[in-house]
């Protein structure tokens, strides 16, 4: 199973929108998925005491990481860099298996010209500290207020395409180091 990180928890974000039009590529690939959306983490995550402690609330989005076979981080860019949610949500993983050896890639977004290239090179860094399997087909969507419609579709048929590439050299290079068939 291929799980989706929607890396933000901003209420009706793009990031989000991209992450549907994700669901939609590997489910038409035949590949089971499933959605983290960030915007659903537990309130009792963000209290001090978690870092010893997490609340079981937490548990079915830590379970849901250790069982993928494969990773999409979906991110925004803030500020030059990755949502706080986001690196918040990956440090209060479990270390180290979270990600070790976990093939992982990457779709950036952001209203700049850039696509969330900044935050996507400092994820490849944080996870190829964790030792995850980075999958080098990086996919960047600049200006992606522009590149959806009214209802969060993808607009541009290039773009789309990318992303179906993107999705299909992952399937394949998760299945290579997995030993196994994601497809149904």
Known sequence: MIT?????NRADSNT?????ELEGIYRDLK????????IN???????PTAYGEKPAAFAPFSEAVLAADG??????????????????FIDMLKFPESFEERPVCFVGVA???????????????VFGYRNAHIYPTRVFIPGVHKQLDATGK????????????????????VEKLKGKTLRS
């Open 154 to 173: 993808l607009t541009d048929p290039e773009l789309r395409t990318r992303c179906t590439q993107q999705a299909e050299g992952f399937v394949s290079f």
């Open 31 to 38: 590949v089971p998925t499933q959605t983290l959306d960030l």
């Open 111 to 125: 209203m700049g010209m850039y696509g969330a290239l900044r935050p996507i090179e400092q994820l490849q860094q």
């Open 41 to 47: 983490l537990p309130a009792e995550l963000f209290t």
């Open 16 to 20: 989000r929108k991209v992450t549907t």
């Open 4 to 8: 989706l990180i929607s890396g933000t």
């Open 71 to 88: 990773l999409v981080i979906v991110t925004p860019e803030y500020n030059g860099s990755m949502p706080g949610v986001l690196k918040y």
